[in-house]
């Protein structure tokens, strides 16, 4: 019997999981819930009906894990405790400072309803969380890394377009190859936040607006660009659906190390993601540790989980002996 998934938000994160569902055999979508009118969203899924977020309540018999896709600011601070209680639920928060406290919020609500919460999961936090981990454990004395890009980073292209006179923006993070080279080479680098990344921005202005004062208030707004070298360039909207229209990102997580009893070899780890796609990839990651929450509860264990605390062969549809025969 298939496991029964449910969406909760239909954006790019919801359609990358639905797209990701579709490539699983043991999975079936059953339902996309929505807080828009259920009229108005057109699932992509033969069969699959769109409901409004309310009707979720009278679910609970028909959906054996509900995948969270809305925004980590407001969002599933929110959502992810609500639901832990009738579901068994996974979602992507990525604000990293809260991750704790939104922890213990869904291991409490999950324990009540005896049901799993597995939390930020995706590519960061999420796969370069479990290399960085890796990585620590393997070489105790060493250094992390972590760069981002080049890819579109979608909180500070909506930051930018809520500047006055901004119709549309693409934010790209670029990581500086020098200081990546420099990590690889194992010199064990001080590398402040412009060292490590730059941005380049792509902007649809209005018509008429002062391209000058935008590209000022771009460049010192503080928590976003402020500490980084930014490139602002003006384009037409075409431009923009031409060539700025996907959302690929990608990065690298390296720990440079050393062993030996005089500390005389060094070596480095590194793991690497080149995505055409960033919500579709994120989507395929929480699909696979659905198939996880869903064994996981079926043996009795509930409460806050995270990709740390998840076996590998879990996430597999293949059983044991076929791992070991063929992947191990």
């Keep these: 019997m298939a496991i029964r998934i449910g969406i909760l938000g239909y954006g790019n994160l919801g359609r990358g999981v639905e797209s990701a569902i579709a490539q699983n055999d043991d999975m079936e979508l059953v339902g996309v819930f929505t807080r828009r009118s259920p009229e108005s969203v057109e699932i992509r899924t033969p069969g699959v009906t769109a409901y409004h977020v309310d009707d979720l309540a009278s679910k609970k018999d028909d959906i054996d894990v509900l995948i969270l896709c809305g925004g980590s600011a407001t969002d599933l601070p929110e959502q992810t405790p609500v639901f832990a209680k009738d579901f068994n639920v996974i979602d992507s928060f990525d604000t990293h400072a809260r991750i704790p406290e939104h922890f213990a919020n869904v291991d409490a609500a999950a324990k009540e309803g005896g049901h799993i919460g597995i939390i930020s999961c995706g590519w960061d936090p999420g796969m370069f969380s479990l290399n960085r981990l890796y990585a620590n454990c393997i070489l105790p004395e060493g250094s992390d890394y972590t760069f981002w890009g080049k890819g579109v ?149 509930t409460g806050a989980k995270t990709v740390f605390d998840i076996a590998p062969a879990m996430l597999s549809p293949k059983s044991g002996e076929e791992l070991r025969a063929h992947l191990l």
């Design 153 to 301: 980073s979608q909180g500070h292209s909506d930051a930018v377009r809520r500047i006055d006179g901004v119709v549309d923006c693409r934010q790209y993070t670029i990581p500086v190859d020098a200081a990546m080279d420099a990590v690889r080479s194992g010199s064990n680098p001080e590398l402040t936040t412009r060292e490590k990344h730059t941005r380049e921005c792509f902007v649809v202005a209005e018509e008429g607006a002062d391209l000058a004062r935008i590209e000022s208030e771009i460049k010192n707004m503080p928590n976003y660009f402020a500490d980084y070298d930014t490139t602002v360039h003006f384009i037409t909207m075409e431009e923009m659906k031409a060539n700025h229209s996907g959302l690929p990102h990608g990065g690298n997580v390296i720990r440079t190390g050393v062993t030996g009893l005089d500390k005389e070899h060094k070596h480095v780890i590194e793991y690497k993601l080149t995505l055409d796609s960033n919500p579709e990839f994120t989507g395929s990651v929480i699909v696979a540790y659905a198939r996880a929450a869903y064994r996981m509860n079926k043996e009795g264990m």
